[in-house]
């Protein structure tokens, strides 16, 4: 039996209760607030390059797990993979399932007043304010994805993604000290929320089409985001493992998943039709 479409609530009306939006509210005020000491405390040469190599991961979980895997099962893999895919996101505290549901909301109301972060209702709400209040419940998010709620392990991290985050923060502290952990693990956490609400924001902002999505491509962050920049691109072809479609339009998630294709951690990639790729070029 098919899930009724959610019904998205006025912010006047909130799906989250006081409790929940103040947590939020928090939980981000507190990611912004450690990288001002580094302004006391100075950086090191190995900060900077954890940083980079923790970005890696940060925009492969974002992208391939997260995107083009939970949210659109662009390719298949094992479920020992899949659980991989999912502590990956969840590193960054990144809930796969949450963001699922979200972003089958996202493209089922594209642009619509039923959009959980439309640039139409405003930078803020677009870039912060949807992460605390976006106008669905839990349950309504879950509806949305049936095909993940039926692994323990991946309810598992969708219980627990804060508990991952924080051992892998932990994780990062013992190894490199607090700098390190500020800067390379704090660092790729605002990253990632400024990146993610980039997308929203900028690759919403194009002309519009007779059925009233707005996305748009955005080449800075189609380089600076692995591919998820091209998202008028993804919206054409929202099950595709490729969002550049063009030779220029760099797309290193899609080049990273054909290499694991190549050794078998994942197979089935979903393409863009060879003659739309064709046009394209």
């Given at each position: 039996m098919t899930a009724a479409i959610p019904l998205r609530r006025p912010r006047s009306l909130p799906a989250r209760t006081r409790r929940e939006r103040i947590v939020g509210t928090a939980q981000i005020l507190a990611a912004h607030l450690p990288p001002l000491t580094l302004f006391y405390t100075g950086t090191r040469r190995e900060d900077w390059i954890a940083l980079g190599v923790l970005y890696l991961f940060n925009m492969f979980g974002l992208g391939a797990s997260m995107h083009r895997y939970f949210t659109h099962k662009a390719f298949r893999t094992?479920?020992?993979?899949?659980?991989?895919?999912?502590?990956?996101?969840?590193?960054?505290?990144?809930?796969?399932?949450?963001?699922?549901?979200?972003?089958?909301?996202?493209?089922?109301?594209?642009?619509?007043?039923?959009?959980?972060?439309?640039?139409?209702?405003?930078?803020?709400?677009?870039?912060?304010?949807?992460?605390i209040e976006d106008g669905y419940t839990e349950r309504e998010r879950l509806e949305m994805v049936p095909d993940l709620t039926r692994y323990p392990e991946l309810m598992w991290v969708h219980r627990h993604w804060f508990l991952v985050g924080s051992l892998a923060a932990l994780a990062v502290y013992l190894s490199g000290g607090y700098t390190m952990a500020v800067l390379a693990f704090g660092g790729n956490l605002?990253?990632?929320?400024?990146?993610?609400?980039?997308?929203?924001?900028?690759?919403?902002?194009?002309?519009?089409?007779p059925d009233g999505d707005l996305s748009t491509n955005n080449a800075f962050l189609g380089i600076f985001c692995f591919g998820e920049g091209w998202h008028h691109n993804h919206h054409l072809y929202p099950g595709a493992a490729r969002s550049g479609v063009r030779w220029y339009e760099l797309d290193v998630v899609y080049y990273i998943l054909k290499i694991l294709s190549w050794v078998g951690l994942v197979w089935e990639l979903r393409e863009v039709p060879e003659a739309a790729r064709r046009r394209a070029c």
């Open positions: 094992s479920r020992t993979f899949q659980f991989f895919l999912a502590l990956l996101a969840a590193v960054f505290y990144g809930d796969p399932i949450h963001f699922a549901g979200s972003h089958r909301l996202h493209h089922r109301f594209s642009d619509t007043d039923r959009d959980p972060h439309s640039p139409r209702e405003g930078a803020w709400h677009c870039w912060i304010g949807n992460l605002l990253l990632k929320l400024h990146l993610m609400s980039a997308i929203n924001f900028f690759g919403h902002r194009g002309e519009g089409g």
